[in-house]
């Protein structure tokens, strides 16, 4: 091949050229506060999974600044849960042998597992689920690819930290690590497979594919989290292989392969009981809806589950009076503003709260 370039120019480029460099420094200095770069990329990766959850939720009904209110409580919670899953994942620095237990409070260091995080924030949402009277299930579908975007961005905190990066490598995307990173067994390799961001690029993946399958089969009750699951623990599995960080190996394999696999197959199980419990999708976010919302979710459940138009108008107009019912028991009669509810006429002459016909809630965009 003719090149224009001088060899002793091409020489020096080589190097360069054949890997993705690590940053020089991780944090930066405001006066006397340090700003790192680690935590930069998580408090966006939070912002970007905030705006994007937002306008979902906003989109299956959810009222204006839930998602921030969720936050609020997911964030730290989740926090606390990563760090817990990483040191209880990874002990030996922090119980074994000239490990000191203390850095397991050194957050900033980098180390925070994801599984925790989604534990704990998930707890920590619950509380805020509740508060604002929302169905879980719901939340759930609308915030899982927007997890995805946070996770994909959160990763590139490794690449600042110099850490989680796999075994060594000579291809052409290999990650150049400084001595003073590099694993005791690999100190005279130069470049290692970037692993992180194997994981932030197949993030990005599974987000287009969540989105196009939630279109697709208008997955919902659940089901949307659960293929998010499904989809994170397929490329995470095969990544984990790739990785030389100290972990627990349990039969032959990394701790995290193991709870891939274990949150693989319970994703599976939990599409298969949901497909066949809770067809369709719930229309609205909000737990407590009026007779005529109520007729509204049941008759676009009903629709695709396969009923036909007539079947569908029957389950909502029993919905609409099961709704009835349930606001007579809990108000003595009245409506929960206290006045008597009115709406549609049933067969019969009894009154549903049904709206008429295109009253239907419609979830803002």
Request: hydrophobic content about 45%; charged content about 15%; overall charge negative.
């Amino acid at each position: 091949m003719t090149t224009f370039l001088p060899p002793g120019l091409l020489s020096a480029a080589a190097p360069v050229l054949a890997t993705i460099p690590s940053p020089s420094t991780g944090v930066w200095h405001l006066g006397p506060v340090p700003v790192r770069a680690y935590a930069l990329c998580i408090l966006v990766g939070v912002l970007v999974g905030v705006v994007v959850g937002e306008r979902r939720l906003r989109a299956r009904g959810g009222p204006p600044g839930a998602v921030v209110d969720i936050a609020v409580w997911a964030v730290p919670f989740g926090i606390v849960g990563a760090r817990i899953y990483h040191v209880l994942s990874s002990p030996d620095a922090y119980f074994g042998e000239g490990g000191e237990l203390v850095r397991a409070l050194y957050v900033w260091e980098g180390g925070l597992g994801i599984w925790g995080a989604i534990a704990g924030g998930f707890v920590g949402a619950l509380v805020a689920i509740r508060q604002l009277g929302l169905r879980v299930a719901v939340v759930a579908d609308a915030l899982a690819p927007a997890l995805l975007l946070s996770q994909a961005i959160g990763r590139l905190g490794n690449w600042f930290n110099q850490e989680l990066f796999g075994r060594p490598t000579d291809l052409p995307w290999g990650l150049a690590i400084d001595p003073q990173n590099r694993p005791a067994e690999y100190a005279d390799a130069t470049a290692f497979h970037p692993t992180f961001l194997y994981e932030a690029l197949w993030c990005l993946v599974a987000f287009g594919l969540l989105l196009l399958l939630e279109k697709r089969f208008r997955l919902g009750h659940g089901r949307v989290f659960l293929t998010y699951v499904l989809l994170y623990v397929i490329g995470r599995g095969v990544i984990e292989t790739f990785r030389v960080d100290p972990a627990e190996i349990v039969g032959g394999l990394r701790l995290n392969v193991w709870t891939c696999v274990v949150l693989g197959l319970a994703a599976v199980l939990g599409l298969l009981v949901s497909a066949m419990r809770h067809p369709g999708r719930e229309a609205s976010a909000l737990k407590e809806t009026t007779p005529g919302e109520a007729a509204a979710a049941a008759e676009v459940e009903a629709l695709d589950a396969g009923a036909d138009p007539e079947e569908a108008a029957d389950a909502g107009e029993r919905a609409a009076l099961e709704a009835e019912d349930a606001e007579v028991t809990t108000t003595g009669g009245t409506g929960s503003t206290g006045t008597p509810t009115s709406g549609a006429t049933a067969p019969g002459g009894t009154t549903t709260g049904r709206p008429p016909a295109g009253g239907s809630h419609d979830p803002a965009p």
